[in-house]
């Protein structure tokens, strides 16, 4: 990975650092806690939440070039398993938070042994197919509210302390997974496993001549990427206190991608920015137009089409075919 | 289960199939020849049911309505390739899912502008208004026949073309061979725009035969793009034969599973486990399908290139 790898130049590299990402959290939250804002720590935290899942979106991307499309269903998986845990009497945040990473893993293996046979396109459609099927079969859960969807008994508590009461409670502990998230990410990607997957991105073909098989790194992968987008899910579902099968449409996966490339893929903290810049554009534009995913569309195809002259880009392409 | 109920849902079946391969063939043509994935191409189905419902209202005849409607269609297509997908054929995937979002959101958004989130109203055309009987005790609606029809005509249009004419012999040899038709001399990039303006125009059309069934709306094409691309899966990507093959056992598997796979459930397990179990199951006999088949065949039943 070069320096300058993801887009900014070398100048504004350190933004890409965990330690600095988080610092700059840190100090957003202090600040609209110091000014007294209601509002901005709710912001803060659904940030801190969709960069969580951006990140874990981001290493399957940039490190195994696995471009799920169906990311929103672990997310929603985490939300749901805050409700349905809640409708069972279950608040404990023990228990939560592991039910919920569990929940997402497992579907995300599950999933990943059908949909790893294939590649590229094949991959992206079957990622998203298997997402939209457990959106529909959320819709059906007319225990669970349907279509509808239906509010959280209570916040997570632990063992009786509700300790998330307030959207700041919230941020905190969301900042401190995203900081986790990416620690562990960063020295998976830069252990042999992170290089076994990137070698199978870049080299198919050179990996199978040595006699290896990325098929398991690559489960891995998309259950450990499953479990911490489920993880987010449990935090968005404590931070709404609603469940409903919208988490999980397929919108939501596209709009993860859109924070995963706006980023850039090459740096794991770059989905961090990029859910920021998501963000921003939302409470921006959402302010004056009801239509403000106009906007958010028009800056997603300028981005891409303007980044046309990149060099490299285009002899990858060509050379595709 | 009476024969009459039966044979009706298998008619709807087949009908919600052959809508499906027609939005499926442009997006399977579209994929084989530039590799491209189109994530945009559930908008061209919405802007096809808008234009012919408000072309019609606006002329006050159907076949006006249907014949400028497919025509605009054809001419967004055109549009639509010079402006955003001709830039984006050689990238990789990822920019090319990013980008296609992208034109859904602007797209869905300024249809929102202009005709509010309310459905459109868009009737069927007062001639095929009606039924028909076709056997004792079973009338069947005249329209959802004639989309059958018409689904079957295009699709024998379609093999014809791709199967009996130059252009599409360069068609069939781009979604196999890019590489070895272009050094041939073909300008693929030609080639390509007409097969993208071709297909937005038949998903159009899908569009403007399903739009007095189902609500118009600005995200019509969501539910129906997820359901092509399990088409297109199922069928192997690139090819026109699969594309029909799945796109009817889609329909008929989606259709014929929910009509009757409660009532089985309840014979087999009892009624309380059915009313839960029913739905939910119905709703995912379509994914499972497509799982089974791709555990035997990774790139499609008709798939030749694997991806």
């Given at each position: 990975m070069s320096a300058r790898a993801a887009g900014g130049g070398a100048g504004f590299a350190f933004l890409f650092r965990p330690a600095v990402l988080i610092a700059l959290f840190a100090l957003a939250l202090a600040v609209a806690v110091w000014s007294g804002s209601g509002y901005a720590p709710t912001i803060i935290a659904r940030t801190a939440i969709l960069a969580l899942a951006a990140v874990s979106l981001s290493f399957l991307i940039g490190q195994a070039g696995l471009v799920s499309f169906?990311?929103?269903?672990?997310?929603?998986?985490?939300?749901?398993?805050?409700?349905?845990?809640?409708?069972?009497?279950?608040?404990?945040?023990?228990?939560?938070?592991?039910?919920?990473?569990?929940?997402?893993?497992?579907?995300?293996?599950?999933?990943?042994?059908?949909?790893?046979?294939?590649?590229?396109?094949?991959?992206?459609?079957?990622?998203?197919?298997?997402?939209?099927?457990?959106?529909?079969?959320?819709?059906?859960?007319?225990?669970?509210?349907?279509d509808d969807g239906l509010g959280i008994a209570a916040r997570a508590t632990f063992f009786g302390q509700r300790f998330l009461r307030t959207d700041t409670d919230l941020a905190v502990f969301a900042i401190a997974a995203l900081g986790v998230t990416l620690l562990v990410l960063e020295r998976l990607s830069a252990a042999p496993f992170g290089l076994m997957l990137r070698t199978g991105r870049a080299n198919e073909e050179k990996l199978a001549s040595l006699g290896l098989d990325p098929f398991v790194h690559r489960l891995v992968a998309l259950a450990a990427a499953g479990g911490i987008a489920g993880i987010a899910g449990v935090l968005l579902a404590n931070q709404v206190e609603y469940v409903s099968p919208a988490t999980m449409n397929w919108h939501v996966s596209g709009e993860l991608i859109v924070m995963v490339v706006l980023g850039g893929t090459k740096r794991l903290g770059g989905a961090v920015l990029g859910a920021v810049a998501v963000m921003v554009i939302d409470e921006t534009l959402g302010h004056f137009t009801e239509f403000w995913k106009f906007g958010l569309g028009l800056v997603i195809l300028g981005a891409v089409l303007l980044r046309g002259a990149d060099l490299t880009q285009l002899i990858r392409g060509t050379a595709h075919g | 289960m009476t024969a009459a109920l039966f044979f009706s849902q298998l008619l709807n079946g087949l009908q919600l199939g052959v809508i499906l391969f027609l939005v499926a063939a442009g997006l399977t043509l579209v994929f084989g020849v530039?590799?491209?994935?189109?994530?945009?191409?559930?908008?061209?189905?919405?802007?096809?049911?808008?234009?012919?419902?408000?072309?019609?209202?606006?002329?006050?005849?159907?076949?006006?309505g249907l014949a400028a409607g497919l025509l605009a269609a054809l001419a967004l297509g055109f549009v639509m390739e010079v402006l955003v997908f001709r830039h984006l054929t050689r990238r990789d995937h990822l920019e090319q899912v990013l980008a296609t979002f992208g034109l859904i959101l602007v797209v869905t958004e300024g249809v929102r502008m202009i005709f509010g989130s309310a459905p459109l109203p868009f009737p069927v055309p007062a001639a095929l208004n009606g039924t028909v009987t076709l056997f004792e005790g079973l009338n069947y609606p005249v329209w959802r026949?004639?989309?059958?029809?018409?689904?079957?005509?295009?699709?024998?249009?379609?093999?014809?073309?791709?199967?009996?004419?130059?252009?599409?012999?360069?068609?069939?040899?781009g979604s196999t061979h890019p590489q070895t038709v272009a050094a041939l001399g073909v300008d693929v990039d030609r080639l390509f725009l007409f097969v993208f303006a071709f297909g937005a125009m038949l998903a159009g059309l899908a569009g403007a035969m399903a739009g007095p069934l189902v609500s118009v709306e600005p995200t019509m094409g969501d539910k129906v793009l997820i359901l092509a691309f399990v088409v297109v899966v199922i069928g192997g990507i690139g090819s026109i034969k699969g594309a029909f093959v799945a796109a009817i056992l889609v329909g008929l598997v989606d259709t014929v599973g929910r009509a009757f796979l409660p009532d089985l459930l309840r014979t087999l397990v009892g009624k309380s486990a059915a009313a839960t179990a029913g739905p939910t199951l119905s709703s995912m006999l379509i994914y499972l399908l497509m799982a089974l088949v791709l555990s035997f065949r990774p790139s499609g039943l008709f798939g030749g290139r694997p991806s």
């Amino acid at each position: 990975m070069s320096a300058r790898a993801a887009g900014g130049g070398a100048g504004f590299a350190f933004l890409f650092r965990p330690a600095v990402l988080i610092a700059l959290f840190a100090l957003a939250l202090a600040v609209a806690v110091w000014s007294g804002s209601g509002y901005a720590p709710t912001i803060i935290a659904r940030t801190a939440i969709l960069a969580l899942a951006a990140v874990s979106l981001s290493f399957l991307i940039g490190q195994a070039g696995l471009v799920s499309f169906g990311h929103a269903a672990p997310l929603g998986i985490g939300a749901y398993a805050v409700l349905i845990a809640g409708e069972y009497g279950v608040t404990n945040a023990l228990v939560l938070f592991p039910l919920g990473f569990a929940a997402a893993a497992l579907w995300s293996a599950a999933t990943g042994v059908i949909a790893l046979r294939t590649r590229g396109v094949y991959f992206i459609m079957i990622t998203l197919a298997f997402a939209q099927m457990l959106f529909y079969v959320a819709g059906s859960l007319s225990a669970f509210g349907g279509d509808d969807g239906l509010g959280i008994a209570a916040r997570a508590t632990f063992f009786g302390q509700r300790f998330l009461r307030t959207d700041t409670d919230l941020a905190v502990f969301a900042i401190a997974a995203l900081g986790v998230t990416l620690l562990v990410l960063e020295r998976l990607s830069a252990a042999p496993f992170g290089l076994m997957l990137r070698t199978g991105r870049a080299n198919e073909e050179k990996l199978a001549s040595l006699g290896l098989d990325p098929f398991v790194h690559r489960l891995v992968a998309l259950a450990a990427a499953g479990g911490i987008a489920g993880i987010a899910g449990v935090l968005l579902a404590n931070q709404v206190e609603y469940v409903s099968p919208a988490t999980m449409n397929w919108h939501v996966s596209g709009e993860l991608i859109v924070m995963v490339v706006l980023g850039g893929t090459k740096r794991l903290g770059g989905a961090v920015l990029g859910a920021v810049a998501v963000m921003v554009i939302d409470e921006t534009l959402g302010h004056f137009t009801e239509f403000w995913k106009f906007g958010l569309g028009l800056v997603i195809l300028g981005a891409v089409l303007l980044r046309g002259a990149d060099l490299t880009q285009l002899i990858r392409g060509t050379a595709h075919g | 289960m009476t024969a009459a109920l039966f044979f009706s849902q298998l008619l709807n079946g087949l009908q919600l199939g052959v809508i499906l391969f027609l939005v499926a063939a442009g997006l399977t043509l579209v994929f084989g020849v530039m590799d491209f994935i189109n994530l945009a191409h559930g908008v061209q189905y919405m802007l096809g049911a808008y234009l012919v419902a408000v072309l019609s209202a606006w002329s006050g005849s159907f076949a006006f309505g249907l014949a400028a409607g497919l025509l605009a269609a054809l001419a967004l297509g055109f549009v639509m390739e010079v402006l955003v997908f001709r830039h984006l054929t050689r990238r990789d995937h990822l920019e090319q899912v990013l980008a296609t979002f992208g034109l859904i959101l602007v797209v869905t958004e300024g249809v929102r502008m202009i005709f509010g989130s309310a459905p459109l109203p868009f009737p069927v055309p007062a001639a095929l208004n009606g039924t028909v009987t076709l056997f004792e005790g079973l009338n069947y609606p005249v329209w959802r026949l004639v989309i059958l029809a018409v689904g079957v005509a295009v699709a024998v249009l379609l093999w014809v073309l791709v199967n009996r004419t130059r252009a599409g012999m360069l068609v069939r040899a781009g979604s196999t061979h890019p590489q070895t038709v272009a050094a041939l001399g073909v300008d693929v990039d030609r080639l390509f725009l007409f097969v993208f303006a071709f297909g937005a125009m038949l998903a159009g059309l899908a569009g403007a035969m399903a739009g007095p069934l189902v609500s118009v709306e600005p995200t019509m094409g969501d539910k129906v793009l997820i359901l092509a691309f399990v088409v297109v899966v199922i069928g192997g990507i690139g090819s026109i034969k699969g594309a029909f093959v799945a796109a009817i056992l889609v329909g008929l598997v989606d259709t014929v599973g929910r009509a009757f796979l409660p009532d089985l459930l309840r014979t087999l397990v009892g009624k309380s486990a059915a009313a839960t179990a029913g739905p939910t199951l119905s709703s995912m006999l379509i994914y499972l399908l497509m799982a089974l088949v791709l555990s035997f065949r990774p790139s499609g039943l008709f798939g030749g290139r694997p991806s």
